[in-house]
DNA sequence: ATATTGTTTATGTATAAACATAATGTCGAG
DNA sequence: CTCGACATTATGTTTATACATAAACAATAT
């Protein structure tokens, strides 16, 4: 004779999961509250709370207080893009990761730009062009801005063995940003730098990040033809 | 004089987000044990466990038993993309939702889905082609296959007032999936659907939603020309 | 009717205490 | 010196208890 198994809070979630996902509690339907399914499954509130804390975070159900628990509506509704490091991207599929600086001077950014570093006074700023690749094949054309008036040091980075993504990744902290996913037409220049033709669907994805109210880095990365940004849920 | 405020796990958080933001705790460094910050904070362990554990899963600490807890070295890894319903997103952009299924047949689906589906014997299934629009313009272009062996009713519903995918967020569970953003390069279909030229860049999201072990639709979606998906962090 | 006020209730949070678990480090046997 | 057993330690989890808070609901006053 076992003696009792103490309730996880796992096995309390996977409970609730399997009864929605069985369409015993159905989207929009309110669930029994904390303590009756404390009672039920025989473990403390703190345990339910927990569960159904995980659930709704992930977005399977909706907590209101006083209104209690309902099964969300439309169930998944999130992707969540884990975005490596390009290093870190190609050599996890056992290429050789390169990249070459191909441009670096201190340009004056476009308006749109300038008005998001919100300085005054028209300045220069570091600009940068790299290539990234994999296994010498090209794998990325990156286009960065770096606001040296908020991170001074990157003016004299010689971005050498450190990329210019990695060396801001150690080199300077930052707590916010915003993505964008979008898709072009390759240009000539594009073309060229990624070895495809004229008008070939690229995968782009323009990058901003902050530190508090300065803005660090503004970035837009036009990945190889073909590439694919993948997740599963 | 007011009496001391009790401290909240969002306030330990805040604490431990701002020194990691201005470099006091340095990437790869140990940070205190959870005992030593509680005791610092004035508060009890479990409020410095569920302050950290957030920063854990947000992917800014590294936690291991014994080990202890570390600043992770490459903060910011994720970004989470929220994907609405068609139908939300261009409502609450004050725009008339529209869609026309365009076809829809039993169709044999090609061999790498079939691949997926994992019956024996090729048996067709339900094809759809859907446009949607936002104000009578193009929106999105929609492929999708649903595995009416799975969901049978499927193969009887109307698709009028409600979307395909829309029907299938109500009428069927899931609890699975994967996505893969792309760029293509329109075809001359695509072309005509969308109303863009030949060659222009489109952004592409495939999905395939699973139940259990079950996939129970496969969907391409080809969105308008210029669409955008954007995140904050 | 309508606005206000109060009561009730379900979730949210804080705490101390205890035990579980994983990983590290240490010590001793061989 | 190497390997395995074992103690140590930091995080992980569960529990009971208490109080906080938002929101629904009812009762009341205007």
Same mark, same amino acid.
């Given at each position: 004779?076992?003696?009792?198994?103490?309730?996880?809070?796992? =096995?309390?979630?996977?409970?609730?999961?399997?009864?929605?996902?069985?369409?015993?509690?159905?989207p929009?339907?309110?669930?029994? @509250?904390?303590?009756?399914? !404390?009672?039920?499954f025989?473990?403390?509130?703190?345990?339910?709370?927990r569960?159904l804390? /995980?659930?709704?975070?992930?977005?399977?159900?909706?907590?209101?207080?006083?209104?209690?628990?309902?099964?969300a509506?439309? #169930?998944?509704?999130?992707?969540? &893009?884990?975005?490596p +490091?390009?290093?870190?991207?190609?050599?996890?599929?056992?290429?050789? &990761?390169?990249?070459?600086?191909?441009?670096?001077?201190?340009?004056?950014?476009?308006?749109?730009l300038?008005?998001?570093?919100?300085?005054?006074?028209?300045? $220069?700023i570091?600009? +940068?062009?790299?290539?990234?690749?994999?296994?010498?094949? #090209?794998?990325? &054309?990156?286009?960065?801005?770096i606001?040296?008036?908020?991170? $001074?040091?990157a !003016?004299?980075?010689?971005?050498?063995?450190?990329? $210019?993504?990695?060396w801001?990744?150690?080199e300077? =902290?930052?707590?916010?940003g915003? &993505?964008?996913?979008?898709?072009? =037409? =390759?240009? !000539?220049?594009?073309?060229?730098?990624?070895?495809?033709?004229? /008008?070939?669907?690229? +995968?782009?994805?323009?990058?901003?990040?902050?530190?508090?109210?300065?803005?660090?880095?503004?970035v837009?990365?036009?990945? @190889?033809? /073909?590439?694919?940004? @993948?997740?599963?849920?």
């Open positions: 004779m076992s003696r009792a198994e103490r309730i996880t809070w796992q =096995a309390v979630q996977d409970q609730v999961r399997q009864r929605i996902s069985q369409r015993q509690w159905k929009g339907q309110q669930i029994p @509250h904390e303590a009756d399914l !404390a009672r039920e025989g473990c403390a509130r703190a345990t339910v709370n569960a804390r /995980g659930l709704a975070d992930a977005g399977l159900l909706e907590r209101r207080r006083k209104a209690g628990t309902r099964v509506l439309n #169930p998944v509704r999130r992707a969540e &893009f884990s975005i +490091l390009i290093r870190e991207e190609i050599e996890a599929k056992g290429q050789r &990761f390169g990249f070459r600086v191909l441009r670096r001077e201190m340009r004056l950014p476009p308006p749109e300038q008005a998001r570093l919100q300085i005054d006074g028209a300045q $220069p570091l600009y +940068l062009q790299t290539l990234y690749t994999a296994d010498s094949q #090209p794998y990325l &054309f990156e286009t960065r801005w606001n040296t008036l908020a991170v $001074p040091s !003016a004299a980075a010689e971005f050498a063995t450190l990329s $210019p993504n990695e801001l990744v150690r300077v =902290a930052f707590d916010g915003d &993505f964008t996913f979008s898709a072009i =037409a =390759a240009t !000539a220049q594009e073309a060229r730098m990624l070895g495809c033709k004229i /008008g070939e669907g690229l +995968l782009v994805l323009d990058r901003t990040t902050r530190h508090g109210a300065d803005m660090i880095t503004s837009r990365l036009v990945f @190889h033809r /073909g590439y694919r940004m @993948h997740t599963r849920i």
